[in-house]
């Protein structure tokens, strides 16, 4: 839906995760695992559930990584965290805190060091009939 000007909550999802849903009344509750309440809504005019989530002021949404290692291994592009403690070691970097290494992992950066897979090596190199093998530069001028 382009015009879509908000997110949708699924219900199915919720589901899958362990919450409990009721609708009576014209009123949906969400309750976790321990029976606590978790949402509470009445149905709008236009038959929707409207959730108002002000993220922000929850701590529980809050992320882990927002310790200052993470904030300068963002700041240099994803750099390892063993060069970023050399940079503060050789005093390379002016401000640049004492690095810790941490046990985690960033996500982002083993997405983007996956190898990837072989090219087929059986491309037929020879057309056999008009437009059987075709050759383009598909990454454009270099």
């Known amino acids: 839906m382009p015009s879509l000007k908000t997110n949708l909550l699924s219900l199915g999802q919720l589901l899958q995760k362990g919450f409990v849903m009721t609708?009576?009344?014209?009123?949906?509750?969400?309750?976790?695992?321990?029976?606590?309440?978790?949402?509470?809504?009445?149905?709008?005019?236009?038959?929707?559930f409207r959730i108002g989530m002000n993220i922000l002021k929850h701590q529980c949404f809050a992320t882990s990584k927002n310790k200052e290692e993470w904030l300068w291994h963002l700041r240099f592009?994803?750099?390892?965290?063993?060069d970023l403690h050399l940079l503060t070691s050789h005093k390379m970097v002016e401000g640049l805190p004492q690095i810790v290494?941490?046990?985690?992992?960033?996500?982002?950066?083993?997405?983007?060091?996956?190898?990837?897979?072989?090219?087929?090596?059986?491309?037929?190199?020879?057309a056999t009939e008009k437009l059987g093998v075709i050759h383009s530069d598909v990454c454009g001028p270099i």
């Not at 014209?26 to 606590?36: A, E, I, P, T």
């Open 101 to 126: 290494v941490p046990n985690d992992v960033c996500k982002e950066c083993i997405e983007c060091k996956h190898t990837r897979g072989n090219f087929n090596k059986f491309i037929p190199t020879k």
């Open 23 to 48: 609708i009576e009344d014209n009123c949906l509750k969400v309750f976790d695992r321990n029976q606590k309440l978790v949402i509470q809504e009445n149905l709008s005019q236009s038959r929707m």
């Open 77 to 82: 592009d994803h750099l390892n965290f063993k």
